[in-house]
């Protein structure tokens, strides 16, 4: 009961905070001095027509990084943690309906495409490496779901992974030693605005981005899903 | 006091709701993955808030294209700096997410529960 | 010569003081037995035994430290009697009191104690040993009162001097200190009880029941030194107790009258009252003769 | 120079390959690895060096092609090259450590650590906050993936726990870069500044929950359970990092963050870092298991940083110094004591007797935990010192009355865990396994120690005044300790030698400080001549020996009071480890660091009320003082420590009795005159003779009167010999102090003679009985008797000894006791010098105890074929009694001298003594040392010769032949009485001879630890409530600052 309370208390506490916070905020109707810096010299500086692509990439460049980064220590980890669990004897799941399965037939090169798509045209449309990524991950997904008992090597995915990662990096360092500096993506020709082959390096550097981070969303659903099946049923 | 139900003051006052929402999840759930998933809810929230706090009135997504032509961007578009932020941050609550779900998957195998309270093999 | 005619002096005197030691307790042990209705000995009967035991030639010994114990003990007797100065207003029978003070004294006492503790500890006997922690133990008690009436005096003659003190004693009983500082007296008569050994803080040597004390293993010519510092003590004793409070002595008469008088007063207590047992006497001491010697300094200050 | 954007590009590409490398290359992946992370320190280092000398100036490193607020820039500067640096050769030497463990679980854990040394470095160098942000999650996550190394159940729910909190508290953080650039406009921590944001409405709110999460990353007490979790569940090497490594790129974030807030953050800061300080070393104190213990310890350590860090403005200049000395001290010390603790892979402290396996491992330990408790010449002393008098220089008393606190507690749980490393039980079963991998980091971070200490040094204002060249001899010790002991012996007493020759000409116009200097270093002498009868090689002796003689002569030769207290840090600190090497010493040594560690805190609190404005440090600001009550106070205690006052004295018996044969004369005849000397010190500065009628003193003067009297009491009543020399020790340095207290010139003189005395005869009856011990084999003087015949020279050596002691004529004793009556009648302490004078008469029952009981009565069976004491014990008995027969006879030589420095001085011009030839007086009394020796001795031979005529023909017995009525003795044992020995006096006295002050601490110290063991309960282990405690923390941090 006193626990229970005090919890109350705390949260009241701090729904109270932030209450103080909502009320201090008041909207903007201006752009400020960064953003409308991006907005108008970025333009022509990166040449991307995406505004935040040109920011997630090239002005933020190392955030998306450690972005990556993030993603390919979690992939690490959560390969480590469990390893242990996928040995020994998983038992086999039951087979996906033909309905599914003809459906993915179709659907995957489609969507596997669209994945592709959208990290290339990442600095010009909605839509960028991670996003791209995410897509190209959910294919693994629906294959999974379909095909429950094929073996998917992780060893393309693996390298997959690094030559993205090494290539990301290689393009950052060719900044350095090219361009203004790390991950600038004056390296290649800005191009035309607007165009496929535009904004430098940017569409390069997405690919890779986007290639990794499938690699890398893959590499933790195939993780979470040999587990499946090592456990009762409980869970 | 009208602007109080501008879109932007609505989204900034879910995204605490949520946020305090999640966060009475955190503190008072007992199973570990309904943590995580208050957890995620706060994560949310978060992005939310950013999202929200990018917004200027009237204005559209930060990217050239035919709504928006090149020489008024400044004008025409919302805050893309909090975009990427979000972006990043979304990335990021998804890694932490895992692992959080796989480290609650090894101490099920374990000790096969998933009650918060069965946990404190380390204390004091 | 100068240095020769003083030991020639300290000598001579060293031999009055021994024989009116032992001629003294040949009297008071008379003068005991008659109180309790016996004959008892002859007056000279202490020459009798310190010849007797000087002439004894078998004799044992435990180690050198036993060896060593009286001649300790005696040391520390005739060592007293050398730095006490005996007559007042005689330089000749200052004997070597310009080489230090009261404190002197009163520390000095404890070298004769200590070696006769070794020596009588080499031995090997128990009751020696027992005799020694129970003598070393209401020693401690004894010395409380004492001190407080030497620290007393000392504030009062502002001088740690004994000549000094008993010069300013001079000029007739009202300037004694037993007049003009009653409870210092008192206080240290009632630790000269203890220190002289007989009832009721007897309880060190207990001589009548059972053979305890240092000198339980002795005999010989090692009694007879013992003996010998014995008789020597008692009187310097007294004579320091006449000193520092009875005005002192300007002649051998008179010294001897008032160390006698000083040293019956122990006699006479110890006729009347019973043996304490140490760990009775000691609080006793500490109470009511502590209090009194407090209140003699108490006086001063104030 | 290699741009610093190489260190993330070689960590991260590296990481990056070793995707590709197959499961089987980890061989060939752990020496890339190697690679990879020494490149780092390479660059990182070559950065610190050339912008320390001035060859380089700090630079920006920008990405993107463009400039900041719009990109994100990197700076390496000096602060950010330091970290950095010490970041990368962490990772390195971690990396070495760990490497076993991370080949074990293959080339993917790899990868993780050289993403983490990536991360830790961005976020030392990054000036974008939200990219702060990205890379604090990375170093989380990649924390996180380490903890799970070990694969354990406890540490995955200390992982999980870990990683809940600390995304909890990166959410709050995300909030925060929300608002931070909703009002600031900026996501650069520079372009903020600059643009003053902070005043903007709503910013500040911005700048709280930023500051507020980075406060929650370095764990402030008591929102922390989740890190002592961690500390103790993850593999040690792992929390060395997390220690060491994360703590200290936190550490600096929450540096480069502050200035974004307002002037109260840093009074939050202050106020947060004291209640960790505090609280988690006072937690830690009841904490056994080793992990946990040092979790604490760390997150204490974070604590002081976090003061450090809220002082700024306060600390000024010396901020850097100060910060640098706490930061590389914890630095250094906790990764290198998790490492040993994942070398010894003991849980519980109780268990590090196995520590004792290996010389250099418990070396390592040692200089680990002195750095971190502050113990000079360690970094973490200059920095303590120099910020507790920066604090005070502007009143700050309390927050110092904090810091000293928190270090006591932390000294105490440390030296507890140190007596069970050094004397704890060990089983010979187990073998301490040292694999050189495991023990090359810690050996390189303790000699890194070494260097710092060298840096702090010189960068300390006063450092400059310490002389390093004995500190130097005494680490060569260490390295030379495989030769064999008397070759050490040898240099060591030629280094003293040579030190006292050299050391002369410079005191010799201060008699005062040539008498003290003759007790040390002759003293330390002769006890160094006992340790030639140590066979063997004697292990980690003489470093500390000579440590705690030179911390004794740099009380001497200091000239100021920095000197001052780092000599007396470093004689405790030598005469605790020479305690600690007695066989049962565990316990006393250990109360003896306890009221040393305390005496020494007063002492420095002392030292800085005294210092509130002056502008000097010199020895007579004491006397300046403008709080006079408060320091003189807290300076008289902090030395009655050390001369173990009643009340402060339990330490004493034990450490002194348990000590080794020869350790005991010196660290009682020797060691405890330096607390003499340092109330010699304050009481000089007090004023002299015009202090005489201070209240202190009075004080003082009742203390000392009443320790004579109850450390003679308790005295009697030991049954072990060595135990009873100890409690003489007390009563005499309580009469030393009532002596002392007068503040006549006539009782200086008797306190200095005491001094004089209680050295020779203490050093003389602890060696001889030492000497005895050695050979009999207990200290149970009842065991003992009778042993005169075997052992005739240490007979005599007591005889003159306890003759010295009882103050009985004609030894110098005599003149103690005669100058100190006439103080006492001079000053008017009448009742005092009576109850003193009592003490007197009692300690002759326990002289005679002792050598009744050894030397006479009865001798056991067993002990009829001892031999004489070595005689490397007997040459300095002896050349000591040849001192006091000196001393004795003419004790004008060395009293005129004193006596005339003492009138001629300012402090003590009346009532002097006065000389006539070899005779002393006084207004009140006389006496001639000379002419009494004369006479007694003329008396004493005649006699003698007299004695030995009349008894020629005595015939030597055996010895059960005594009067026995007629019976013979059964045993020896039996007869001889001796146990219980003054029973009477027990049952008539005893009742004042109860242990009251034992009892004290004893409650005092079981009431701490209850309290403690009880607030620690506040750690439920739930991870949910630790998640409540945060959320709880932000709210009372928000409801204090707004």
Redesign the interface.
Known sequence: MLRNSLRVIIIAALGWILFQVYSGYSSRDELNELAGYYATEGLSEVGAANLVTSVVVTYRGLDTLGEVTILFLTALIIGLMLKAEHRGDRTRLRESSEFLVTASHVLLPVIFMVGVYIFINGHLTPGGGFQGGAILASTLILMLLSFTNSKISHKVLEITESVSGISFIVLGILGVILAGGFLDNKILPLGEFGKLFSAGAIPVIYSFIGLKVGAELSTIILEFNQIQGTDDKSL | MTNLFSIEYITIFTSFALLVLGLWGIISQKNIFKIIISFSIVNTSIHLLLVSLAYIRNRTAPIIDSAVDRVNAAEKVVDPVPHALVLTAIVIGIGITALMLSYAFTMYKQHKTLDINQYKSLKW | MELVKKIGFVLLGLFIILNWGLIMSGIIRKIIARLGMRRGIKVFQPYINLIKN?SI?????????F??G???R??GG??IF??MPLIHGSELWSN?S???????IA??A??G??GM??GA??????YS??G???G??Q???I??PL??AI?SI??QY????ISEIVAAQQGGIQNWTLVTNPFATVAAMISFLGAMGHSPFSVVMAPQEI?IGPP??YH???L??LQTNRAILHVIEAVLYMNLFFGGATNWGILILKSFLVYFWSVFVGMVFPRF????S??WL?KLPVLI??IA?ALL?I | MVSPIYIIAILLGMAFMLGLLSKSGTRIAGILTSVSLALPVYISISWFIQILSGNADAITIFTAGSVPPFSINLVMGLEEAFFTSAINILGLLGFIYLSADLKKQGVRAMALYLVLIMGLNVVVMTRDIFNLFVFMEIVTIAVAGLIYLKNDNQSKEAGFKYLVAVGIISLFFLIGIGFFYFYGGTLNIDGFIAANSVVVKGATIAIFFIIISIILELKPFPANGWALDVYQAATPGVSALISSGTATASIFVLYKLLPLGSEIWLQILTVVGAVTFLGSNFLGISQKNTNRLLGYSSIGQVGLLMMVIGFMPQLGSAFKMIFFSVFISHFLAKAGLFWLSGIVKKESITDWGILRGSNIALFLFGIFLFALVGFPPFPSFYGKWQMVMELAGTGRFIWIVIILLGSFFEGLYLFRWLGYAIKGEKSNEEKLQIPWDKIVPPFIFGISLFIAAYYANSMSVYGNTINLIPLVFILLLFVIDFLPAYIKNTITIGAMVYYAVNLYPSISDDTLRVVFAAIFLIGGILTMIAGYSVKGKRKGFFPFAVMMYFGLIGLIEAENLFQFFFAWELMTLGSYILIIRGKFSMKHAFNYMLFSLGGAYLIFLGIAMSSFGNTSLDIGIIGLSTMPGWSYTLLAIGFLTKTAALGLHIWLPGAHAEAESDVSPMVSGILLKGGVFGLIVLFLAMGGEQAASHPLLYSLGWLGAITALGGNLLAVFQEDAKRLLAYSSVANLGYILFALAFMTNIGWLSALTYSINHFLFKTLLFLAIGGVVLRVKTHNMYEMGGLIKQMPWSFIAVLIGIITLAGIPPLSGYAGKWLFYNAVITKGWYFQGVLVFFAGTIAFLYCFKLIYSVFLGQPKDRFRKVKEAPIWYLIPQFILIIGIMIFSARPDLVLKPIGALLTQSSYFPSDSLSWENVTASTNLGYWSGYKIMLVIGVMFAVLLVWLMYMSRKTQKVKQFNIVYAGERPFTPETTHFSHNMFSHYYKALGFLSAPLATRFWNITNDITHRIADGSKRLYTGNGQTYLAVIMAYIIIIYLIMF
């Open positions: 000087y030639r078998s004799q044992i010994s435990h180690g050198v430290m060896y060593l009286p001649v300790f005696l040391s005739i060592g050398l730095f070597f310009f080489t230090g003070d009261l404190i002197l520390y000095f404890f070298f104690m200590l503790a070794l500890g080499e031995g090997g006997h128990p040993a027992i020694i922690s129970r070393l133990a020693f401690t008690a010395e409380l001190t407080l620290i000392a504030i502002n001088t740690l001097s053979p339980t293993e010989g010519t090692f007879g030194i047992r140490v760990d009775q000691i609080p500490l010697g407090i300094i200050i």
